[in-house]
């Protein structure tokens, strides 16, 4: 069976699925083959589960089910990027170190009032998560968001050679992911293959005038679209960011923390470029309600958990930080941080810099979660626990140094901070 053919049979499936447990009669499923897991062995679950094919890259699973490629992840990207390319409408790219799927999202929900937007769900954003954004767009989809995250470089490369966007947004670069690129410099390469596919292929950027390193890194002559940069931004008592142009409507959000100020900037940008009006784009991101544990205002008793856990970056921890100590408030404030990972040989160096940080701003009811935290706390300045699982059995503890405060909680997402919420 070639690429064509298996593009007919999906046409007429409910979809493709990699997951038996979650497959649903019709779809085709992918038994894909990685390091530490095989698809393979969960074939009879997905036919089971209803899969109506199953495609495979090991000929001893064939059966009357099956259709064998030679790689069957290479097989589901190019299926993908076949669906792509019967499109023809706006795509729109979208990566950066810090806060892309919160822009994803109120892009979504911006363009969204006028058009039928298809983007991508959650953090469906690396070599598998695209394929499956493409391989779910609607026929009746007017514009398209594809989410692309990266810890190599050439990943974004790749990713746009199989989403081929026409349109393309960074939402900033910061120190993210240091261990895989190697260095800042690194990150800069990676993250710009976004612009150098644009450039090449006649797309458009949306960027941030005030960005210096955006703007040192665009190709000259590439046609780009600047941000909308009159809005005004403001926290409000409720904790969440307000926002206007002079003499308008005060529209206030969901969301928390004046560095999402750039987000709210880049989706209202890309929707006035689409021509929708300026109300119905701040009526649909006051609305937008985040979840994921991104930005989120969470009260429990006498505490109002900051739920900002789902990543961590030294950009994006020293950002919320100095927000968080900038917040008008009659409640104490307390922090629990966890580590940061994947930032390579110079990781407690960044702890450290956070560590200074929180000393010169005064915080004394930090709650640190982590080996590496520990190693760059050497004065032993903070409180400490070496898992988030250690903290839990200690709740009076923890409960007495957040009990009445707003408590900011944020850290890379494998250290599960979100538990401290069982506590109280």
């Known amino acids: 069976m070639n690429l064509t053919e298996l593009y007919q049979i999906f046409l007429e499936s409910n979809g493709v699925s990699i997951d038996s447990r979650t497959i649903r009669p019709g779809e085709i499923f992918f038994a894909l083959k990685g390091d530490v897991f095989d698809g393979h062995r969960f074939i009879d679950k997905a036919i089971e589960n209803g899969a109506s094919l199953v495609i495979i890259q090991d000929e ?19 299926l993908a990027l076949y669906h792509r390319q019967q499109f023809n409408v706006p795509v729109i790219g979208l990566t950066g170190s810090n806060g892309k799927t919160t822009t994803k999202e109120l892009m979504n929900v911006a363009l969204s009032s006028r058009f039928r937007v298809h983007a991508t769900r959650g953090n469906f954003n690396n070599h598998i998560g ?47 992911h240091i261990e895989g690129f190697g260095s800042r410099e690194g990150v800069i390469k990676a993250k710009t293959e976004l612009y150098r596919y644009l450039y090449n292929n006649n797309g458009k950027i949306f960027y941030n005038p005030e960005d210096k390193t955006l703007k040192d890194n665009m190709p000259m002559t590439v046609e780009t679209i600047s941000y909308d940069m009159e809005l005004s931004f403001f926290e409000s008592r409720s904790l969440r960011i307000g926002f206007s142009k002079p003499k308008d409507t005060v529209y206030q959000s969901n969301l928390y923390g004046i560095y999402n100020r750039q987000n709210i900037t880049a989706a209202y940008s890309v929707a006035r470029y689409f021509n929708i009006p300026h109300d119905e784009i701040c009526k649909s991101i006051a609305d937008y309600i985040p979840s994921m544990n991104r930005s989120q205002l969470i009260e429990k008793k006498d505490v109002v958990f900051i739920m900002d856990a789902y990543n961590a970056n ?7 930080i100095e927000s968080f100590s900038n917040l008008n408030t009659s409640k104490g404030k307390s922090l629990v941080l966890g580590d940061m990972l994947e930032l390579g040989e110079y990781e407690i160096k960044y702890h450290e810099e956070i560590v200074n940080q929180l000393l010169s701003l005064g915080f004394d009811k930090v709650i640190l979660v982590g080996k590496r935290f520990l190693e760059a706390d050497a004065g032993n300045e903070f409180n400490h626990y070496s898992s988030v699982d250690e903290l839990l059995v200690d709740p009076d503890r923890v409960n007495e140094i957040i009990k009445g405060t707003v408590c900011m909680v944020k850290g890379s997402r494998s250290m599960k901070l979100e538990k401290i919420e069982d506590l109280h």
């Open 60 to 78: 001893k699973y064939t059966s009357e089910h099956t259709v064998y490629f030679n790689d069957s992840l290479k097989c589901l990207q190019e």
């Open 130 to 176: 695209v394929p499956l954004t493409l391989l779910s767009i609607p026929d009746d989809t007017e514009i398209i968001i594809v989410e692309m995250g990266a810890n190599h470089i050439g990943e974004i490369d790749f990713l746009c050679h199989l989403s081929e966007p026409n349109y393309g947004l960074i939402t900033n670069i910061g120190d993210a």
């Open 314 to 320: 030294p950009t994006s921890m020293q950002l919320a």
